[in-house]
């Protein structure tokens, strides 16, 4: 089935710890993007990336860091993980042109301890 | 950059009550909006574009670019369209940036 795929679905996380939370998306799209979804603060853009080998910085990158080595996969990784970091995480993809639609992961769940 | 602003973070209304979602953005340059819905435990999909002048569900959202407004609005809500709600400005000048307000939390009410 075509779409965009997140890993894991949810993980409990010890402060400290590097983690890497993995996107593959099978559409061709060039534009890609993470978001934290926090309760009352809504989707926040941490990164994102435009085509293949870029990347750019989005509202709240401090912490996190993506590379896009290939059109399908755009990994995020949290070098030392703290409990702010606790979070649903979502990753989306988009062709990148004026108008169309982003297509979201199912998200994942991650919680610092 | 394009902003928006979800100035209600939960609005409840009745079964059978008008809905309006409010969404103000500010921009430089010709707006894109969307308006995205996350039903419980699903992932966020495209409700609503603004270029489309569409009816999704039974929900419609003009641009008023006097008053830089794309309101999400229903005659008539249904219990099934209860979910989160986000207004989406979309800055696509070379640097693809899709972001979101708040986004406001529709409880209807049998």
């Known amino acids: 089935i075509a779409g965009i795929t997140q890993a894991p679905t949810s993980q409990i996380l010890a402060a400290g710890r590097r983690m890497t939370l993995r996107c593959t998306q099978d559409?061709?799209?060039?534009?890609m993007y993470w978001y934290r979804q926090d309760l009352g603060l809504g989707l926040r853009l941490i990164h994102y990336s435009n085509t293949a080998g870029t990347t750019g910085k989005g509202e709240v990158p401090d912490g996190y860091s993506v590379s896009r080595a290939n059109t399908d996969d755009f990994p995020l990784t949290l070098a030392s993980a703290v409990p702010s970091q606790t979070s649903v995480y979502f990753c989306?993809?988009?062709?990148?042109?004026?108008?169309?639609?982003?297509?979201f992961g199912q998200g994942t769940r991650l919680t610092v301890v | 950059a394009q902003r928006v602003t979800q100035p209600e973070k939960l609005l409840s209304v009745f079964k059978g009550a008008p809905v309006e979602l409010k969404c103000n953005y500010s921009?430089?340059?010709?707006?894109?909006l969307f308006w995205y819905v996350q039903y419980s435990r699903q992932r966020l999909q495209l409700l609503l574009r603004?270029?489309s002048r569409e009816s999704i569900k039974g929900f419609t959202a003009d641009l008023n670019k006097g008053e830089t407004s794309f309101h999400l609005k229903k005659p008539f809500a249904q219990e099934e369209d209860s979910a989160m709600y986000y207004c989406a400005p979309y800055s696509g000048a070379g640097s693809y940036q899709l972001t979101f307000g708040k986004g406001t939390k529709l409880s209807v009410i049998p």
């Open positions: 603004h270029i």
């Open positions: 989306a993809s988009s062709s990148g042109q004026p108008n169309t639609e982003a297509f």
């Open positions: 559409m061709r799209h060039n534009a």
């Open positions: 921009y430089s340059g010709s707006p894109e």
